[in-house]
C-alpha cells in the first residue's frame, strides 16, 4: 500500500516562509497530477497548488506568487514553498497523487499555523 507523508509545517510568522515535503512510500505509476491540499478549520478542503506529468502548474488565487510546487525526481518528493505566508493560510495541508485511472491518493495532513 502507498502512503504519502508530508513533513515541514508548523509555526510561522506572517510574512515568513516554510517549506512542506511530502515523501511516497514507493513509486506509484501513471500519475496525472501531484496536488498540495488544505483544509482550514470550518472551511472545506480547497486545491492550493497542482503540478501535472507534463510539467505545467496551477495555484490557487489565493497563493499564487507566495506558493511554488515542485518536485524532485531523484527521491521522488514534492515540495511546496510558501513565502510570504499570511494568518489566512493557517490550515492542515495534504499532499494528493491523482493517478491516470482516476485513483486518489493521500497523506495525513501536516499543520501550518501562521501567527504573530
Known amino acids: 500500500q502507498v502512503q504519502l507523508v508530508e513533513s515541514g509545517g508548523g509555526l510561522a510568522q506572517p510574512g515568513g516562509s516554510l517549506r512542506l515535503s511530502c515523501a511516497s512510500s514507493?513509486?506509484?505509476?501513471?500519475?496525472?497530477?501531484r496536488n498540495w491540499y488544505r483544509q482550514a478549520p470550518g472551511k472545506q478542503r480547497e486545491l492550493v497548488a497542482g503540478l501535472f506529468s507534463g510539467g505545467s502548474t496551477n495555484y490557487a488565487d489565493a497563493v499564487k506568487g507566495r506558493f511554488t510546487i515542485a518536485r524532485d525526481k531523484a527521491t521522488n518528493t514534492l515540495y511546496l514553498q510558501m513565502d510570504s505566508l499570511k494568518p489566512e493560510d493557517t490550515a492542515i495541508y495534504y499532499c494528493n497523487n491523482v493517478v491516470a485511472d482516476g485513483m486518489n491518493y493521500w497523506g495525513q495532513g501536516t499543520q501550518v499555523t501562521v501567527s504573530a
Open positions: 514507493r513509486r506509484i505509476p501513471s500519475i496525472y497530477a
